[in-house]
């Protein structure tokens, strides 16, 4: 693709450096409803998914290496280093404890 609406858009995200709301932290400022075992468990079973994706993800990458060219394995590192930051961030040992206890 290279039409002139394609390069456009490909410079202006390639420039812009923004921090995006998290969807994730937005559900969980809406949360008051949930009882502190829900919550408890709907982090942990996130915890799980990421887990479980990022395990996918690098089996994807190790599969895909000796066909990737050019900026190709920096797209996967950056990938990886998502899911790892999304999981880390909401990890740390009785991070779904902490979250509850922090609740309004």
């Known amino acids: 693709m290279t039409s002139p609406e394609f390069i456009a858009l490909r410079d202006r995200t390639l420039r812009e450096v923004r921090l995006r709301p998290d969807p994730v932290d937005l559900a969980l400022h809406y949360a008051d409803d949930l009882a502190d075992e829900d919550l408890r468990a709907v982090i942990g079973d996130r915890l ?13 990458r190790t599969q ?18 998502r899911l790892k930051a999304d999981r880390l961030a909401r990890e740390p040992a009785g991070a779904a404890t902490e979250a509850a206890r922090h609740r309004r």
């Open 64 to 81: 895909a290496e000796p066909y990737l060219r050019g900026l190709e394995p920096m797209t996967f590192d950056h990938t990886t280093a």
């Open 48 to 60: 799980d998914a990421l887990k479980a994706r990022l395990t996918a993800w690098r089996h994807q």
